[in-house]
Antibody, heavy 123, light 110 residues
Framework: EVQLLESGGGLVQPGGSLRLSCEAS????????MNWVRQAAGKGLEWVSH????????DYADSVKGRFTVSRDDSKKTLYLQMSRLRAEDTAVYFC????????????????WGQGTVVTVSS | EIVLTQSPGTLSLSPGERATLSCRGS???????LAWYQQRPGQAPRLLIY???TRATGIPDRFSGSGSGTDFTLTISRLEPEDFAVYYC???????????FGQGTKLEIK
């Protein structure tokens, strides 16, 4: 079964840091681009970050550029999101997602989503 | 940067009825790189449609997508109780700047 499992969420003070992890199973992780998407309570979906297979392509939403760093360890089938200088507006459920097509040249639709991990930024 | 606007914001229908959800782009969607997702309360989104009209694996054929350019539609032919949820459209494409989600349409039981 294809599955994504996020972890690492929690309560952090403004200006603090947190690292999220997403462990993949059931597919050849290294062949697929991966993303982070977040959703504030009662709000819509916001794309956060994209990392291609081999980490050759990395992109961020303007709202997190310079503060968040995405990475992957294909040997461990794990995606990471290092978040620093956190703000109250970063409070959300963070989902990791898998691109629908392997080794694709486009920034694809997301066919698999994890269950999400909650990040709360508050003093 | 494209903006996707979904309408209506809330749609109230009964099981067995037909649902029509709209997604309009501020610019033309490249190569019909348009997806639809369903999100039930407390769950992660689920991919329903990609490429504007192709059903994802395991999606029932009562779900269909259509449209091109700036105007896209998700149709649910006969609503089942489990279809009442929030639906999002998304543009994807050749660069990260093309990623955009609509604000969502809530489909609720009348």
């Amino acid at each position: 079964e294809v599955q994504l499992l996020e972890s690492g969420g929690g309560l952090v003070q403004p200006g603090g840091s947190l690292r999220l992890s997403c462990e993949a199973s059931g597919f050849t992780f290294g062949n697929y681009a991966m993303n982070w998407v977040r959703q504030a309570a009662g709000k819509g979906l916001e794309w956060v970050s994209h990392i291609g297979g081999g980490s050759q392509i990395i992109d961020y939403a303007d709202s997190v550029k310079g503060r968040f760093t995405v990475s992957r360890d294909d040997s461990k089938k794990t995606l990471y999101l290092q978040m620093s200088r956190l703000r109250a507006e970063d409070t959300a459920v963070y989902f990791c997602t898998k691109d629908a097509v392997a080794a694709n040249r486009i920034y694809d639709a997301f066919d698999i989503w994890g269950q999400g991990t909650v990040v709360t930024v508050s003093s | 940067e494209i903006v996707l606007t979904q309408s209506p914001g809330t749609l109230s229908l009964s099981p067995g009825e037909r649902a029509t959800l709209s997604c309009r782009g501020s610019q033309s969607v490249t190569s019909n790189y348009l997806a639809w997702y369903q999100q039930r309360p407390g769950q992660a989104p689920r991919l329903l449609i990609y490429g504007a009209s192709t059903r994802a694996t395991g999606i029932p054929d009562r779900f269909s997508g259509s449209g091109s350019g700036t105007d896209f539609t998700l149709t649910i032919s006969r609503l089942e109780p489990e279809d009442f949820a929030v639906y999002y459209c998304q543009q994807y494409g050749r660069s990260a700047s093309m990623y955009a989600f609509g604000q969502g349409t809530k489909l609720e039981i009348k």
